[in-house]
C-alpha cells in the first residue's frame, strides 16, 4: 500500500521538521556542554546541567525516536521501502546508533544534574560532562550524515531492492528508479 501525493507531502513535512529539529536541539544541547566545562561561574555550571538535561530528555530523546519512527513508517508507505535503498538503510542505522547513544548518555546526564541540583561538588565529574560535549559534537557530524543522504538520494540498489525491481519489470542494471 502506496500514500497518495497529499499524505506523502504531509509526512514528509512532519519527518523533516522532526529530524531537522533533532539537529537544532542536539546544537543548544552541545552549546550548554559547551558552557559547562569552561565557565567558571558556579552560578552558571548549577543551571547548565538541568536545563542540559531536561533538553535531552524532553527534546533529543522524543526527537531521535519520532524521526526513526516516521522514517520508517514512510520507508513503508512509498516506493523507497525499507531495505531496497542504500540510502535508506544508511540513514536507519545511523538513527538507531544515535539513538542508542543517546540512551547510554541518559543516565550520566541525570546524574550530574542531581548532582549540582543537591549542591553537591561536581569537580571529580569532569571527565562525563566532557563526554556530554563529545558526544553531542560527535552526533552533529553524524546526524548531517542522512541529512546528506536524503537530499541527494545516492543511486544504489540492495540485492533485495535489485530483486524487487526485476520483480516489478526494472531492467536497467546501475540505475536506481527515482519514486
Ligand atoms: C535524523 C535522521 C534523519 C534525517 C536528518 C532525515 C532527513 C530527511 C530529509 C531532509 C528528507 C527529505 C528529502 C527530500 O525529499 O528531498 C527525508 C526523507 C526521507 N527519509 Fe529521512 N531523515 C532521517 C531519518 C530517517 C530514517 C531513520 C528513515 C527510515 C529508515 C528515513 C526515511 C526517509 C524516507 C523514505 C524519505 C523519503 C520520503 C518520501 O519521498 O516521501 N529517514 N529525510
Redesign the pocket.
Known amino acids: 500500500m502506496l ?1 497518495r501525493p497529499g499524505p ?2 504531509l ?2 513535512v512532519l ?2 521538521a522532526l ?2 529539529g ?2 537544532g536541539a542536539v546544537a543548544a544541547y552541545l552549546a550548554l556542554a559547551i558552557v559547562g566545562v569552561t565557565t567558571g561561574d558556579p552560578q552558571l555550571v548549577r543551571s547548565v546541567y538541568p536545563a542540559l538535561a531536561l533538553i535531552a530528555r524532553l527534546v533529543i530523546l522524543p526527537l ?1 525516536f519520532s ?2 519512527v ?3 513508517v ?2 513503508f508507505l ?1 516506493p ?1 521501502g ?1 531495505f531496497r535503498h542504500w540510502w ?2 544508511a ?2 542505522a ?3 546508533f ?1 539513538a542508542a547513544v543517546v540512551l547510554v548518555q541518559m543516565p550520566g546526564i541525570g546524574f550530574v544534574a542531581d548532582t549540582v541540583a543537591s549542591n553537591l561538588p561536581i569537580d571529580t565529574l569532569f571527565g562525563v560532562r566532557m563526554s556530554f560535549v563529545i558526544h553531542a559534537a560527535g552526533g552533529l557530524v553524524v ?1 548531517l550524515i ?2 546528506v ?3 541527494y ?1 545516492p543511486r544504489g540498489l540492495t540485492r533485495y531492492g535489485w530483486r524487487k525491481q526485476i520483480e516489478q519489470g526494472g531492467t536497467m542494471p546501475g540505475i536506481a528508479p527515482n ?1
Open positions: 500514500l506523502r507531502k509526512l514528509l519527518h523533516v529530524s531537522v533533532l539537529l531521535v524521526s526513526l516516521i522514517g520508517v514512510q520507508s512509498t523507497w525499507l535508506v538503510v540513514k536507519l545511523i538513527n538507531l544515535v546526524l542522512p541529512m543522504l536524503s537530499v538520494k519514486p
